[in-house]
């Protein structure tokens, strides 16, 4: 922090990442005399994601490091998206109600409640009157309760899966509406990769079963393929836009 040194900032907040991994499973093995699960871990990577995008919101409210928060958040919502993207299938949380008793979400609990109070401290210094900020709060909250209700209600799979649906669905729309206020091409695109990877994504895990298998290709691709090509051309028209606009 002291020279500013942002390789070295990486490297080491992805070494306490690890090694909180590691320390937990560790702990977890030994006391409890049982392994972490998928679940377990996932929760953790969600938890710590969510931890160092708030920490990230909090350099932004005292000013320090400019370079610094861009750091911390994009760590952080590559492990929010990733995580919640595993998150929102079905067969991943079902199953698991009677797992979910060890320190990973113990810890998680912890981390995200560290995070909200970074988030407060947020809108208490006037962060939220910025648009990015806004979308965050949202985004960040969603994280925050489909995480929360998976830990305290594991049984309820289906509950679990639609709303980390929700989160991922409304992450895209944030992003392509920033994207379309703020005419950052970067993030209008980021928001249309991520709601194409969540059509495409539940259109297989949905209706794979519901229909025989060759009709389901034929009609479902032909859809896939207009919508593709529809939603290709309003993007373009959309960034021209906004290049015309500067």
């Known amino acids: 922090y002291k020279n500013k040194l942002i390789p070295e900032l990486i490297i080491n907040l992805l070494g306490f990442w690890i090694w909180v991994n590691l320390f937990l499973g560790r702990y977890t093995d030994v006391i409890l005399n049982k392994d972490a699960g998928l679940i377990h871990f996932l929760v953790l990577q969600m938890s710590l994601g969510i931890l160092f995008y708030s920490v990230g919101k ?14 911390y958040e994009t760590i952080g919502i590559i492990a929010i998206m990733l995580t919640g993207y595993v998150m929102s299938y079905k067969s991943v949380i079902d199953g698991v109600a009677d797992e979910i008793k ?14 909200v109070v970074l988030v407060i401290v ?3 210094k006037g962060l939220l009157d910025k648009l990015i900020s806004k979308f965050d709060s949202v985004v960040l909250g969603l994280a925050v309760i489909a995480t929360t209700v998976l830990i305290l209600k594991p049984e309820y799979a289906v509950l679990n899966t639609v709303l980390f649906n929700i989160l991922l669905f409304v992450t895209a729309v944030a992003s392509i509406l920033y994207g379309f206020e703020a005419k950052s091409a970067m993030f209008f695109n980021a928001g249309i990769g991520l709601f194409v990877i969540l059509i495409v994504s539940r259109y297989f895990d949905i209706f794979w079963k519901l229909l025989d298998r060759s009709i389901f290709f034929i009609v479902g691709g032909l859809f896939l393929l207009i919508g593709a090509v529809f939603l290709e051309r309003k993007r373009r028209k959309v960034i021209e836009q906004m290049k015309s606009k500067k």
């Open 102 to 115: 060890n320190l990973f979400p113990a810890a998680s609990l912890v981390f995200m409640g560290i995070a």
């Open 58 to 71: 909090a350099h932004e409210v005292f000013k320090k490091k400019e370079k610094f928060p861009l750091i």
């Open 122 to 124: 947020s809108v208490l």
